[in-house]
């Protein structure tokens, strides 16, 4: 648990972490397609797409790249997490603002997980390393726990 998710994704065993980020990164781009052929176009809806799809290509483009270049904590690896961050946060927000206006239900708990994302993203700076891990760990739960609830809000509107 003190690994962070970086430092996991290198080694003999790295493979298995990167694997687990690549399928996540497929997986949103795949969330993001849904969003485009489900709901009416919008400016709020065509930018959160395109900030989701890019988010997912930051995620597999870092995994790659730690596995094959670079080391966590480097000044490549942390623009790459703080785009991730600002990017998803993006995402979040405006898809919840195209949700709103559609009256969907998700609107409000995708906007609330991008601002708790946003706030929580800084505290791994903050925190000691030995509790780096377990720390990222919870704010990458935000994004999964965001990803999940818009699988579900996709399957129930083509219900």
């Known amino acids: 648990m003190r690994q962070t998710i970086s430092q996991l994704a290198q080694g003999p065993y790295a493979y298995i972490q990167d694997t687990g980020l690549v399928l996540l990164a497929l997986g949103m781009l ?81 906007m609330v997980l991008g601002a708790l994302f946003l706030l929580a993203c800084p505290g791994v700076f903050l925190v000691p390393q030995a509790c780096q891990g377990i720390y990222e760990r919870g704010v990458a739960l935000l994004l999964l726990v965001w990803c999940w609830l818009l699988g579900h809000a996709l399957i129930k509107q083509k219900q």
Do not use: D, E
């Open 30 to 110: 795949m969330a993001a397609l849904g969003l485009y052929l489900n709901m009416k176009q919008g400016t709020y809806l065509r930018w959160g797409i395109f900030s989701l799809g890019t988010t997912a290509l930051a995620i597999a483009s870092l995994a790659i790249f730690n596995s094959h270049i670079g080391q966590p904590g480097t000044t490549v690896h942390r623009a790459f997490a703080a785009g991730i961050g600002l990017l998803f946060t993006a995402s979040a927000m405006l898809l919840g603002h195209a949700a709103q206006q559609r009256h969907w239900s998700w609107a409000r708990p995708s």
